[in-house]
């Protein structure tokens, strides 16, 4: 396996390196007023068009843990892997139908802001600083690691070395502001989808010629046939990836908990849209929900492609970590096998899907900082061009710090993608819980949503470490329990939320009903009918992406 880069790919790269800086310098040049204005600089206020927020969300959320991770669980699971992101695009027009008109009603810009206006500010402060750590420590800083460690596979390039590399060009565009991210996500996309196909390409045409055939269509029949099982959208309990993808609820369970919390209730998303008019932020979600049923063909099939050929006795020895069979190592392994020049394209689309999901991460930190815990607890008074200055001192500030803890967290000890999923779920129920009943009940108390946040993350852990003190076996009958791979009976992460969720939205109830006071509360949100009418358009698309879904759920069931 060849672990470097060709002079051409270099050249390659450099061609998409140049692209993106000299865009995104064309656009900073032509908006400078972003280097003094907080809400064109955090938001990108009236600037993005529906196609730009629409790339800009899937730039954002697509990086290493989807190349490296989603393929690796391609390889061990299969195509179940994939409801990630098609619920993501059926998620997509839930916020777009329903959270994007509250938003932008109340003209909330960050999602501290909507619990200080919703609830209080003792609320959206503690919740503020716990979306800075999580922000921080595991997404920030997984990115960033899993970017390297993948670039370096590839490349050759010093592991450390790659970190600083990423970390700076993320610096680069970030310190644009959200125009900057927005414009230059597009052409990130470009490069993300374009280099992405190129390893799908080679992937299929690998197994076609190992099988005595050619072409990616006899490529795709060819794993299909190999590799019946990793062909199943539900997974039975007796799956040894039941805990990872546990049958049903990924269609009605805690993957709409994972999913609603993450597009719906998350700075680093939601802030594409929060800059524009109803209609555009709409059809740019609607755009973006396009574009994820298209993500699997790009991130989950070559590591399905990388097993079977791994089953045919191919890639034995690249697919091996420390003398043990590694399923992060498919992506990597396939991008190593492609040919001059495609190497160096799939690696720009790599490095762009990083650098995207960087740049994007580093201005939600620096705007929850600057707008919810600068401007409000140290420095009151502050001008607009002191909040910006702090914005870009906290992006430059921020990165340094997830290069340094980055090698101390154990990421890649139980998968990348894993890893951000089941901690980043420790608090998504009672977050998602504090604003789905914030949104659409007014009788929501504050005591109630610190209820959710404290009592949600206090159960997630108990139920997390459940099987240390109980026996779950008796659960295995309904599916609630299945054994570990040392034996040990417990709750798949996606029961967890859903489990979680529900004891949060029982206790708010209760408690917001025992407080006389809610009946009138002066701090429930106005919402009505017509603000969730939608364009025959917007309809029409949403249709079809729905239509999609239930095609793609019937075929793989």
């Known amino acids: 396996m060849n672990s470097s880069l ?12 140049i692209i993106v800086a000299g865009y995104g310098f064309f656009i900073y040049r032509r908006k400078k007023k972003a280097t003094t204005d907080t809400k064109d600089f955090f938001l990108a206020e009236g600037s993005l068009t529906w196609w730009a927020i629409g790339a800009s969300l899937i730039a954002s959320n697509i990086s290493a843990e989807q190349f490296i991770g989603m393929s690796g669980n391609g390889f061990s699971i299969g195509l179940a892997i994939s409801t990630y992101e098609w619920m993501a695009a059926a998620t997509l027009i839930v916020v777009a139908v329903f959270f994007l008109p509250i938003y932008l009603k109340n003209k909330i810009y960050t999602m501290p802001q909507f619990l200080s206006q919703r609830y209080n500010e003792t609320v959206s402060l503690i919740m503020a600083a716990f979306w800075l750590l999580l922000y921080v420590v595991v997404n920030l800083t997984s990115i960033l690691y899993l970017g390297a460690l993948a670039i370096t596979t590839i490349s050759g390039v010093n592991f450390y070395a790659c970190m600083v590399l990423l970390a700076v060009f993320a610096i680069f565009i970030t310190l644009g502001g959200m125009k900057v991210i927005g414009y230059t996500d597009v052409i990130q996309v470009f490069f993300l ?27 795709f029949k060819q794993i299909m046939s190999q590799a019946p099982d990793h062909f199943h959208m539900i997974l039975d309990k007796d799956d040894k990836n039941y805990l990872s993808l546990p049958g049903l609820s990924v269609l009605i369970g805690g993957m709409w908990i994972v999913n609603l919390n993450y597009w719906g209730c998350n700075q680093y998303i939601t802030q594409r849209a929060l800059g524009a008019d109803l209609k555009t932020a709409r059809n740019g979600l609607l755009f973006a929900g396009f574009l994820k049923l298209l993500m699997p063909i790009i991130v989950v099939l070559p590591g399905i492609a990388a097993y079977v050929l791994h089953q045919k006795g191919m890639l034995q020895a690249e697919m091996l970590k420390e003398g043990k069979l590694n399923q992060d190592n498919a992506y990597p392994v396939l991008l190593n096998l492609l040919p001059i020049g495609l190497k160096g394209l799939s690696f ?20 929850i900082y600057s707008l919810d815990i600068y401007k409000k607890l140290i420095k009151k008074d502050a001008t607009e061009q002191d909040v910006v200055k702090t914005g870009r001192i906290v992006v430059v500030v921020t990165m340094l710090f997830a290069i340094v803890i980055s090698n101390f967290l154990g990421i890649d000890k139980e998968g990348g993608f894993q890893f951000i999923q089941e901690y980043t779920g420790f608090v998504s129920p009672g977050v998602f819980a504090m604003f789905i ?25 108990v139920l997390k470490f459940l099987p240390g003190w109980i026996d779950l076996a008796p659960l295995y009958d309904i599916a609630l329990a299945v054994p570990n791979k040392d034996g040990v009976f417990e709750i798949p992460f996606l029961d967890r939320m859903g489990i979680v969720f529900v004891f949060c939205l029982i206790g708010m109830v209760l408690i917001s009903l025992a407080d006389p006071k ?15 009418k939608t364009s025959p358009a917007f309809t029409f698309g949403a249709i079809v992406t729905v239509c999609i879904l239930i095609a793609l759920y019937t075929i793989f069931w």
Do not use: C, Q
């Open 6 to 17: 060709h002079f051409y790919d270099y050249l390659v790269f450099l061609f998409y390196f």
């Open 518 to 532: 809610s009946k009138n509360n002066p701090k429930g949100l106005e919402v009505d009918a017509s603000m969730f």
């Open 348 to 367: 720009a689309a790599l490095t762009a899907a990083v650098v995207a999901s960087l740049a994007g991460k580093a201005n939600s930190i620096a705007t």
């Open 437 to 461: 009943l914030g949104f659409f009940w007014k009788r929501t108390t504050s005591r109630a949503a610190m209820f959710a946040m404290i009592g949600g993350l206090l159960l997630s852990f």
């Open 193 to 219: 989808i374009l280099g992405g196909l190129a390893t799908t390409y080679l992937a299929l045409n690998l197994v076609a010629e190992n099988y005595g055939s050619s072409g990616t269509i006899a490529g």
